[in-house]
């Protein structure tokens, strides 16, 4: 792979954001040309590396970057999702008149959650983890209403909190081992140890992360962004952003970087704790179909972030055999890959009858989804593949990663992995109970035709998760086993790097 791409993933999204004022004052319509060609070309560049993976770095100055399978996997996901994203956006933006506002800020966070992904020092990481969290809060505050900027202010309340936890645990890496290369650290803690140092940065890290991605206890400021944004910025800050500022950087600096014992621990600890009580507080009858979304979010999160303690522990024990970490670890990526798809076409099935009523009136989701087909499609076989109905993708990728729990030698885990389900049933069958089962308002406001760049994202996403079911084993060889075998090799991968 030529070394260049690396920056031109995030050099060309950075160049859009800057340039788009500019664009739109000479040819105002060639604003979303612009952008679709981005995230396009970013789409099918993931294509392309997904196949043609291989080690590679690039030293430019002081910044260090890196490429391999993970990346891949993750820069196609987030790719795909963008793509929907945008398309979804365009009628939605037009409406709102938010384009010279929105279209910038989303380039903004494309650079900055791509360059998470091609990272290979800590403090490049950071400056990209930033970059992508303070777009998101001028993405939440484009609702242009008082409620959207208390959710903005809320959501950057936590991210300031959390990005000083953050601070503090890179100092402490930082103070021990001379440097923040992420090869350097790897090689450091692997020969020389320093477990207490590793637990006092592990803790501060995993603090600060949680907190920045909406781990429970630190949902509720989460949910507000959640809540009060638009549905293509509820999608990119609810199930988006945490999957790539959240749980790649658990991925990469526990599993790849730093050997500690007590992180596994504490982000299965945490994740259990997200996973159901998220679920719990979003089957509650009286919580809003929006907050639900956002609740079932960070819950399926959690669910992730606790598989992937999981992991961290057994790389460690010499008791999990091979065959357990590949199931946990291609779980894991596969689960990330299915519930993005289906949270996302669930919120863009709610986020539908919004536009369609020009209201965000809960009374108005029901039966909506009889009435529009598109949204009822995207309901149903998000909430499905969120239960895990066969042959929808999220059965298996919740298979694997349950299987792969059991298998590693952990059977009390397996059991709460497994007891989870419940209230993922309860949760996602309200949802699908309101857009699907609920009979309509007596008296429902005058609707406007749903357009078709807001219907296909939808479909695609439905069409995906069935693909992917029926397909898992392709999906799994191709995209997500190159992805495990950079996990497996644990703190010796980043050795290999020069």
Same mark, same amino acid.
């Given at each position: ?27 105002? &319509? ?17 294509? @392309?590396? =997904?196949?043609? !993976? ?8 002081? =910044? ?14 987030? $790719? ?11 009628? /939605? ?18 650079? +900055? ?18 970059? #992508? ?17 208390? +959710? #903005? ?10 990005? %000083? ?19 350097? *650290?790897?090689?450091?803690?692997? $020969?020389?140890?320093?477990?207490? #140092? ?20 630190? &949902? ?10 638009? !549905? ?36 299965? %600890?945490? +994740? ?14 009286? =919580? ?57 076409? *669930? ?13 965000? $009136?809960?009374?108005? *989701? ?26 929808? %993708?999220?059965? @298996? ?38 857009? *699907? ?21 939808? /479909? /695609? ?10 397909? @898992? ?11 495990? &075998? ?13």
């Amino acid at each position: 792979m030529n070394r260049y791409v690396l920056l031109l993933l995030v050099l060309i999204p950075l160049f859009t954001a800057i340039i788009l004022p500019l664009v739109r004052r000479i040819w105002n &319509h060639a604003v979303e040309t612009l952008v679709f060609l981005v995230v396009m070309l970013s789409f099918l560049t993931a294509v @392309w590396l =997904v196949s043609n !993976t291989s080690n590679t770095t690039l030293l430019a100055g002081r =910044v260090r970057l890196a490429w391999d399978g993970l990346a891949a996997a993750f820069l196609l996901i987030l $790719s795909g999702t963008l793509l929907v994203v945008f398309l979804f956006s365009i009628d /939605l933006v037009a409406r709102r008149g938010t384009r010279l506002s929105y279209y910038p800020l989303l380039m903004f966070m494309v650079a +900055g959650m791509t360059g998470v992904l091609v990272a290979a020092d800590l403090f490049t990481l950071y400056l990209f983890v930033e970059l #992508a969290s303070v777009s998101s809060f001028f993405i939440i505050a484009l609702g242009s209403n008082p409620a959207a900027e208390e +959710g #903005a202010f809320k959501f950057a309340l936590s991210h300031i909190v959390g990005s %000083a936890l953050v601070v503090i645990g890179i100092a402490v890496l930082y103070s021990i081992a001379g440097g923040l290369d992420m090869a350097r *650290l790897a090689r450091f803690f692997s $020969s020389d140890g320093h477990p207490y #140092a590793n637990t006092v940065a592990a803790v501060f890290l995993i603090a600060g992360l949680s907190l920045k991605s909406g781990f429970f206890p630190f &949902h509720a400021n989460y949910a507000d962004g959640a809540v009060s944004a638009s !549905t293509p910025a509820a999608v990119l800050i609810s199930v988006v952003l945490p999957k790539i500022t959240g749980i790649y950087v658990f991925l990469r600096l526990f599993v790849n970087v730093v050997s500690a014992p007590l992180a596994g621990m504490s982000m299965t %600890a945490v +994740g259990l704790l997200s996973f159901f009580m998220g679920y719990v507080l979003a089957s509650m009858p009286s =919580v809003s179909a929006r907050r639900r979304l956002a609740l079932s979010s960070m819950a399926e999160n959690g669910f992730v972030l606790a598989a992937v303690g999981v992991l961290a522990v057994s790389m460690q024990s010499p008791a999990s055999g091979e065959t357990a970490l590949r199931l946990l670890a291609t779980g894991i990526l596969f689960h990330i890959f299915s519930h993005v798809a289906a949270g996302t076409a *669930l919120y863009m099935s709610a986020g539908s009858a919004a536009y369609v009523f020009e209201t965000r $009136s809960d009374a108005l *989701l029901n039966g909506f989804g009889n009435a529009v087909p598109t949204a009822g499609i995207a309901a149903a076989t998000g909430t499905f593949s969120l239960i895990g109905v066969p042959p929808l %993708a999220g059965f @298996w990728s919740r298979l694997l990663v349950i299987a792969g729990v059991f298998l590693s030698g952990r059977p009390a885990l397996g059991l709460l992995f497994l007891a989870g389900i419940l209230p993922v049933l309860l949760s996602s069958s309200r949802i699908y109970r309101d857009i *699907l089962w609920s009979p309509p308002p007596d008296n429902p406001l005058p609707a406007s035709p749903l357009p078709t760049s807001m219907g296909l994202p939808m /479909l /695609l996403l439905a069409l995906c998760l069935f693909l992917a079911g029926i397909a @898992w084993v392709f999906f799994l060889n191709a995209v997500f086993q190159p992805a495990a &075998h950079v996990l497996l090799q644990g703190c010796g991968y980043y050795g290999l790097l020069p």
